[in-house]
C-alpha cells in the first residue's frame, strides 16, 4: 500500500465520520446540552433546601468553605439554592433557554473563581453546554421553539 493510497483511505474515512456527523439533528445536541448540566444543578439545588427551606448545612458551607466576596451567605446561598431550582426546569423545558443558559454560565463561573478553582475541567464541560444553547439556541424540541419564542430553533 503507498503512502497516496493510505492517505486517501484516511481522507474517506474522515469524509464518512463527517458526513455522519452532518445528520446528527442539533436538536438532540441542544437537548443533551439542556439537559445533563440541569441535572447537575437541580440535584446540587436539593441539597440545599428541605421542602422549601434552607438546610443548616447549606448556609454552613457559604459561610465557611464558599466564602463568595460581596454577597452575605445566608443571600449567596437563598440565591442558589432558588437559581438551581429554577434554571434548570426552565432548561428541560426549552422554555428561556439562552436566559437560562447565561445564568447559569455565570454561576458555574462564580463556582470556578471563587469556590472550586481546581475544579475547571468540570466547570469547562458545563460552560461548554451553556455556550452552545447561547449560541444556538434550544433547538426544535423546545417549549421556546413550539411557541415561537427562540425564531432560530425551530
Same mark, same amino acid.
Given at each position: 500500500?503507498?503512502?497516496?493510497?493510505?492517505?486517501?483511505?484516511?481522507?474517506?474515512?474522515?469524509?464518512?465520520?463527517?458526513?455522519?456527523?452532518? *445528520?446528527?439533528?442539533?436538536? /438532540?445536541?441542544?437537548?443533551?446540552?439542556?439537559? #445533563?448540566?440541569?441535572?447537575?444543578?437541580?440535584?446540587?439545588? $436539593?441539597?440545599?433546601? =428541605? !421542602?422549601?427551606?434552607?438546610?443548616?448545612?447549606?448556609? @454552613? #458551607?457559604?459561610?465557611? =468553605?464558599?466564602? /463568595?466576596?460581596?454577597?452575605?451567605?445566608?443571600?449567596? %446561598?437563598?440565591? %442558589?439554592?432558588?437559581?438551581? *431550582?429554577?434554571?434548570?426546569?426552565?432548561?428541560?423545558? !426549552?422554555?428561556?433557554?439562552? @436566559?437560562?443558559?447565561l445564568a447559569l454560565l455565570g454561576m458555574t463561573a462564580a463556582?470556578?473563581? @471563587?469556590?472550586?478553582?481546581?475544579?475547571?475541567?468540570? *466547570? &469547562?464541560?458545563?460552560?461548554?453546554?451553556?455556550?452552545? #444553547?447561547?449560541? $444556538? &439556541?434550544? &433547538?426544535?424540541?423546545?417549549? +421556546?421553539?413550539?411557541? &415561537?419564542? +427562540?425564531?432560530?430553533?425551530?
Amino acid at each position: 500500500m503507498t503512502m497516496f493510497s493510505r492517505t486517501s483511505s484516511l481522507s474517506n474515512l474522515i469524509g464518512c465520520v463527517n458526513a455522519l456527523g452532518e *445528520h446528527l439533528p442539533y436538536s /438532540l445536541v441542544a437537548l443533551a446540552a439542556r439537559l #445533563l448540566p440541569a441535572i447537575i444543578f437541580w440535584n446540587s439545588g $436539593r441539597t440545599k433546601v =428541605e !421542602g422549601l427551606t434552607l438546610k443548616p448545612s447549606a448556609l @454552613f #458551607l457559604f459561610e465557611n =468553605e464558599y466564602a /463568595l466576596p460581596v454577597i452575605p451567605p445566608e443571600l449567596a %446561598a437563598r440565591l %442558589a439554592a432558588t437559581a438551581e *431550582h429554577v434554571f434548570p426546569i426552565l432548561l428541560v423545558l !426549552g422554555l428561556m433557554t439562552r @436566559f437560562s443558559a447565561l445564568a447559569l454560565l455565570g454561576m458555574t463561573a462564580a463556582i470556578q473563581i @471563587f469556590v472550586y478553582p481546581s475544579a475547571w475541567q468540570t *466547570h &469547562g464541560l458545563w460552560a461548554v453546554c451553556f455556550l452552545i #444553547l447561547i449560541a $444556538r &439556541g434550544p &433547538g426544535a424540541w423546545s417549549l +421556546d421553539a413550539m411557541l &415561537g419564542l +427562540d425564531s432560530r430553533s425551530r
